[in-house]
C-alpha cells in the first residue's frame, strides 16, 4: 500500500483554479491518533525541489511559501485522512509537478526533513 497518494494535476490557463489531494494510509500514517506534519512541495524542469505549504494533521494554522501565499489554500480532512492544496489565480511559474510529504520532525521547508513522498501530480499553467 503507497503511503501517500496525489491526484487532481492537470492543464489549466493562467487565471485558473486547480484543487490537488493527497490521500495518506498505511500501518504508520493511517494511525488514528498520531500527529504529523503534512506538506506540499513541487519542482518545475532543471529547477530544486520546493517548498509550497505544509499544515499538521489535524488542523491549525497552515505555512505558506512566500511565492504562493494569497492565492493556494492548504487543508486537511481527518475523516479521509487526506490533505488538500487549492490553487487560485494560478500562474505560468507554478508549472511543476507538485509532491505531498510527511515529516514527523514539526513543521520545516526542508525537503530533506521529510519521511514520506507521494509519487508526485502534474500541474501545467498555460499562458
Known amino acids: 500500500q503507497v503511503p501517500l497518494v496525489e491526484a487532481g494535476g492537470g492543464l489549466v490557463q493562467a487565471g485558473g483554479s486547480l484543487r490537488l489531494s493527497c490521500a495518506a494510509s498505511?500501518?504508520?500514517?493511517?494511525?488514528?491518533?498520531?500527529?504529523?506534519?503534512m506538506a506540499w512541495f513541487r519542482q518545475a524542469p532543471g529547477k530544486e525541489r520546493e517548498f509550497v505549504g505544509a499544515?499538521?494533521?489535524?488542523?491549525?494554522?497552515?505555512n505558506y511559501a512566500d511565492s504562493v501565499k494569497g492565492r493556494f489554500t492548504i487543508s486537511t480532512d481527518n475523516a479521509k485522512n487526506t490533505l488538500y492544496l487549492q490553487m487560485n489565480s494560478l500562474k505560468p511559474e507554478d508549472t511543476a509537478v507538485y509532491y505531498c510529504?510527511?515529516?514527523?520532525?514539526?513543521?520545516?521547508?526542508?525537503?530533506?526533513?521529510?519521511?514520506?513522498w507521494g509519487q508526485g501530480t502534474q500541474v501545467t499553467v498555460s499562458s
Open positions: 499544515i499538521s494533521r489535524f488542523g491549525g494554522n497552515p
Open positions: 510529504a510527511v515529516t514527523f520532525r514539526g513543521t520545516t521547508t526542508t525537503s530533506t526533513q521529510y519521511d514520506y
Open positions: 498505511g500501518r504508520t500514517l493511517g494511525r488514528t491518533f498520531l500527529d504529523y506534519v
